[in-house]
T-cell receptor, first 113, second 116 residues
Framework: QQQVKQSPQSLIVQKGGISIINCAYE??????FPWYQQFPGKGPALLIA?????SEKKEGRFTISFNKSAKQFSLHIMDSQPGDSATYFC????????????FGSGTQLTVLP | SAVISQKPSRDICQRGTSLTIQCQVD?????MFWYRQQPGQSLTLIAT?????????ESGFVIDKFPISRPNLTFSTLTVSNMSPEDSSIYLC?????????????FGQGTRLTVV
């Protein structure tokens, strides 16, 4: 049973556009929701994270929107750049930390120049 | 932050053999985590390795297939035993630092394993 569902599987955006990736979870015990960015040949790197006591968190061009009642959260990348082209994973944990993460299936983002 | 080194970075192995993957961290950590990333797919937690105790395995993973060692606070190994082509994946080790919203998981660059 997949506990974190991510969509879309792939996304193509023009430079300067907004990239939106969505995730939904089932386990109400999850209390920590990070997004990771992975480039080919590299391990994932933390992009931004949120806890369920807030509905939105913004860091630069990256924003997480969180809807606790719907059990959904999303990543918005504003002013998308070709350097943002990577695979993005949402994740969740019930440990209150980044330990023992359950990952979504990943979204391959391509930003066209 | 953390610097995590994995060895080997990639390997091609014959079915039925075993491969041991090493993970070295530049600072002491209590827990180390091993994940598997199958081609084009997500990361799945294999086990949590604590120094001085047996590793804790997730559902679907067993010690006989994926034995783990954790001899000290900066090093761990994962062995993939009796390999089959289905074991072809990227294996990543991870450590976690910090708490609250400052918690962050750091990953090694991964070991790309191909079983032929």
């Amino acid at each position: 049973q997949q506990q974190v569902k991510q969509s879309p599987q792939s996304l193509i955006v023009q430079k300067g556009g907004i990239s939106i990736i969505n995730c939904a979870y089932e386990n109400t015990a999850f209390d920590y929701f990070p997004w990771y960015q992975q480039f080919p040949g590299k391990g994932p790197a933390l992009l931004i994270a949120i806890r369920p006591d807030v509905s939105e968190k913004k860091e630069g061009r990256f924003t997480i929107s969180f809807n606790k009642s719907a059990k959904q959260f999303s990543l918005h990348i504003m002013d998308s750049q070709p350097g943002d082209s990577a695979t993005y994973f949402c994740a969740a944990s019930s440990s209150g930390s980044a330990r023992q993460l359950t990952f979504g299936s990943g979204t391959q983002l391509t930003v066209l120049p | 932050s953390a610097v995590i080194s994995q060895k080997p970075s990639r390997d091609i192995c014959q079915r039925g053999t075993s491969l041991t993957i090493q993970c070295q961290v530049d600072s002491q950590v209590t827990m180390m985590f091993w994940y598997r990333q199958q081609p084009g797919q997500s990361l799945t937690l294999i086990a949590t390795a604590n120094q001085g105790s047996e590793a804790t395995y997730e559902s679907g993973f067993v010690i006989d297939k994926f034995p783990i060692s954790r001899p000290n606070l900066t090093f761990s190994t994962l062995t993939v035993s009796n390999m089959s082509p289905e074991d072809s994946s990227i294996y990543l080790c991870s450590v976690v630092y910090g708490g609250g919203l400052g918690t962050e998981a750091f990953f090694g660059q991964g070991t790309r394993l191909t079983v032929v």
